[in-house]
């Protein structure tokens, strides 16, 4: 997986000549250009938090319980595609005991808003595997709502699954 710090560069390289054009131009108001440099704030937010859905998806497909320790807040409360709901310690315990064995596991069609300090991100998690002895291959829409510390960075405090039929 990349790492974090390259993402942030390669953030920084593709988006710092936006900002630095928008905070320069005379021809904008204060108010355009503050608006301009939230929008550039928010895309390259939105470049981490997708990088950070990928992540999961990686995290899962290993069994790397350490990744949710390290990116799910303490505090973190999800329900699963059954209904069950899980606190952290709960989330990490399951996946350190899954006997689920993955093929694949990837997140597409990931979409993120970013509201201040607090983002929600809408995937699909395509999934194949053996569990129990048994072949399978789901889909799931996922939701994650992120909260941004700005001193530990994003952390995800809610999360929802929902399977998706066939």
Known sequence: MANPSVI???AAVLFFPALVSAQNSPSLTVAQRKDRAITVEMEVEGVELVALEKETAHAMALNNSSFFQRVYNDDFVGTT???EILDRSALVASIQNSTTK???FIATDIHVRVYGPTAVVTCTWSTRGVQ???NFSRQY???HVYLNNRVGGWKVVAGQETILPG
């Open 102 to 104: 993955y093929s694949s």
């Open 132 to 134: 129990n002895g048994r």
């Open 81 to 83: 595609p059954t209904g």
């Open 8 to 10: 942030w560069l390669f």
């Open 141 to 143: 829409r996922v939701i």
